[in-house]
């Protein structure tokens, strides 16, 4: 591994992407968490206006991606797209520094942090258009690496953003966003793609998306076999439509909670800035080993039990933080969150590639949409939810969507179970 891993430095151009791509996590990691914070406490928004804005933001991130990846993917041009993504951001959040009425916050939004959001799964084309490269499997173990120091961006980032804001203020933190995005910007311009590059190879969906906050993984992506059509069992469809909406559930849970966790521990529970990164960047923290341990055994798991019982994790830290009232406790409950995020990451979608063994490439794009609907469902929502039934009535509803997912993981014999308890009770 070690060899591995030396082997990278010795490859054109990957120390400077690498370098790049752990800029552009911190200036995201360190941001995201506060920007919920920033609209309730320098832009007055309510609930609801929080909710749209940070709706919006996603929707335009989502579709940002989607047009970018497909215009690259035509016409080979990368680096051009990804700096222009890398201006939006920068731009972004210097009008954050000084804007502060709703209307324009919401354009700001739209055309510059959602298009800047696009940089994320930009990076990584361009990487697999600018690294020379033997063969598809040093390639693939360059992703693997890249996505690693995003993960590792997300562990010190959420600290480094409490950091400065408590030093200068959102003011600074979103002037050193914007300078962040910049030098990941000027790493890039003195970068070309190579010509041996993969132009036609961008990713459906990397690490650290926008349409999915809470997602830091560092397995790559399996590349799931096709069997021979005499040998593949067909799935049946409930099956894969269930799971499908078990991880739409849980996605819109997961983002829910990146927008309303750090206002309860700032305002409900009278905590610190600080107390939200070191949430944050221990979670980003353990998720690394439990990934890598489900990675490396990922092949002898049951994958539909691990993911039922990720469920059940998860509505049991949601009924933990609705129950709480303190964050020294909050604190060691992100254990909780890092194992659901980890089982997710690393086994949801092998577990619907599983499923759909004859399309694996349209098994991947369903999973990872699965992500994205609940990262554009979870803005409005959880302002509603915030509004009507406060931050501990929210963290429950969560609970109930974690519940939902279970069952739906599970798939309990319903018929069998109302036919055992009709007979039992029969013969009483």
């Not at 619907?352 to 409005?380: C, E, H, K, W």
Request: proline share 5%.
């Amino acid at each position: 591994m070690n060899s591995r891993f030396a082997s990278l430095s010795r490859i054109p151009s990957f120390m400077p992407l690498a370098a790049a791509t752990l800029m552009l996590g911190v200036a995201m990691s360190f941001t995201a968490p506060y920007l919920s914070l920033f609209g309730v406490e320098q832009a007055g928004m309510t609930p609801l206006r929080l909710g749209l804005f940070m709706t919006l933001i996603a929707a335009s991130g989502v579709g940002a991606s989607a047009w970018a990846g497909k215009w690259s993917d035509r016409h080979g041009h990368h680096r051009t797209l990804l700096l222009a993504a890398l201006i939006a951001a920068a731009l972004g959040f210097v009008c954050l520094c000084f804007v502060r009425d709703y209307r324009l916050l919401l354009v700001i939004g739209v055309l510059f942090l959602g298009a800047g959001g696009s940089a994320i799964s930009l990076v990584f084309s361009f990487g697999r258009a600018a690294l020379l490269v033997k063969d598809e499997a040093e390639r693939a173990f360059a992703t693997a690496s890249l996505r690693t120091v995003l993960s590792v961006a997300w562990v010190f980032g959420p600290s480094v953003g409490a950091l400065v804001l408590a030093a200068s203020g959102f003011y600074g933190l979103f002037l050193f966003a914007a300078a962040s995005f910049a030098a990941c910007g000027a790493i890039i311009w003195r970068m070309h793609e190579a010509p041996g590059g993969a132009m036609h190879s961008a990713p459906t969906h990397v690490a650290g998306d926008p349409a999915s906050p809470l997602e830091v993984t560092t397995v790559t992506e399996p590349e799931t076999p096709v069997p021979h059509p005499a040998l593949a069992t067909p799935t049946p469809q409930r099956l894969i439509w269930r799971a499908i909406a078990a991880l739409t559930l849980l996605g819109l849970a997961a983002n829910a909670t990146m927008i309303v966790l750090p206002l309860y521990v700032v305002h409900g529970l009278q905590g610190t800035r600080i107390d939200v990164s070191i949430m944050l960047g221990l979670g980003a923290f353990l998720e690394i080993p439990m990934m890598l341990a489900l990675g490396a055994r990922g092949a002898q798991l049951t994958k539909s039990r691990w993911l039922a019982a990720s469920a059940a994790v998860h509505m049991a830290y949601f009924i933990g933080v609705a129950a709480v009232n303190s964050v020294n406790v909050l604190i060691p409950m992100q254990a909780l969150n890092a194992f659901v995020v980890a089982v997710t990451s690393c086994l949801g979608m092998v577990y619907i590639q599983d499923l759909m063994p004859r399309a694996p490439g349209a098994a991947t794009a369903l999973f990872f949409n699965s992500a994205r609907v609940g990262s554009i469902l979870s803005g409005v929502l959880s302002g509603l939810l915030v509004a009507g039934v406060g931050y501990k009535g929210t963290f429950l509803f969560c609970g109930c969507l974690a519940l939902g997912a279970l069952i739906l993981f599970a798939d309990p014999p319903w018929t069998k179970m109302y036919r055992g308890t009709r007979a039992w009770w029969e013969n009483r």
